[in-house]
């Protein structure tokens, strides 16, 4: 496995394993953490909003949404005038963002401060063509291409500015 993309999946997996402690107390899950962030934000106060954006099926919104629901951090309330619902975060739910997040900060400081400076380079090269990438396949969405664009992650280099030292 190339460098970069093992130091991407320890990091991914490490980051996952202190989000999950940071959350559990809350009785969510990260990926819920994240949903009731979107929500909070705005981004995210249609269902249909939240699927697209975390590109999951309209079922995994909607049990998503209604575990949220249940949990009192969410409540769906109509559009006046129209049929469409919308999401908002409840006190609760606010309460839980501000001290999930709380509780991650120094955490998640401590696992990259602990990194080799190495190692931080190259997962933070590595997180820069990540987010290129999901620009590439936003742009061509709001253009109306439907289609995945991808480059080859064999030479993630080319697309990188010729200044970027990437080892």
Request: glycine share 6%; proline share 7%.
């Given at each position: 496995m190339h460098t970069v993309?093992?130091?991407?999946?320890?990091?991914?997996?490490?980051?996952?394993?202190?989000?999950?402690?940071?959350?559990?107390?809350?009785?969510?899950?990260?990926?819920?953490?994240?949903?009731?962030?979107?929500?909070?934000?705005?981004?995210?106060?249609?269902?249909?909003?939240?699927?697209?954006r975390f590109h999951v099926s309209r079922a995994t919104v909607s049990r998503m949404v209604g575990a949220l629901v249940s949990l009192g951090l969410v409540v769906r309330s109509r559009t006046p005038g129209t049929a469409s619902r919308v999401l908002n975060v409840t006190e609760e739910g606010q309460r839980v963002l501000v001290n999930a997040l709380d509780g991650c900060h120094r955490p998640m400081c401590l696992l990259f401060e602990s990194l080799y400076p190495k190692v931080r380079r190259r997962l933070d090269r590595a997180l820069r063509v990540v987010a290129l990438n999901d620009t590439i396949d936003a742009?061509?969405?709001?253009?109306?291409?439907?289609?995945?664009?991808?480059?080859?992650?064999?030479?993630?280099?080319?697309?990188?500015?010729?200044?970027?030292?990437?080892y």
């Open positions: 993309a093992f130091t991407i999946k320890r990091a991914h997996l490490r980051t996952n394993e202190i989000s999950r402690r940071c959350v559990r107390r809350f009785g969510i899950t990260p990926a819920r953490y994240d949903m009731l962030s979107a929500i909070a934000s705005g981004i995210g106060r249609k269902q249909s909003d939240l699927w697209r742009v061509a969405r709001a253009f109306g291409d439907r289609s995945r664009f991808s480059y080859p992650y064999s030479h993630p280099h080319d697309l990188l500015p010729p200044d970027l030292d990437w």
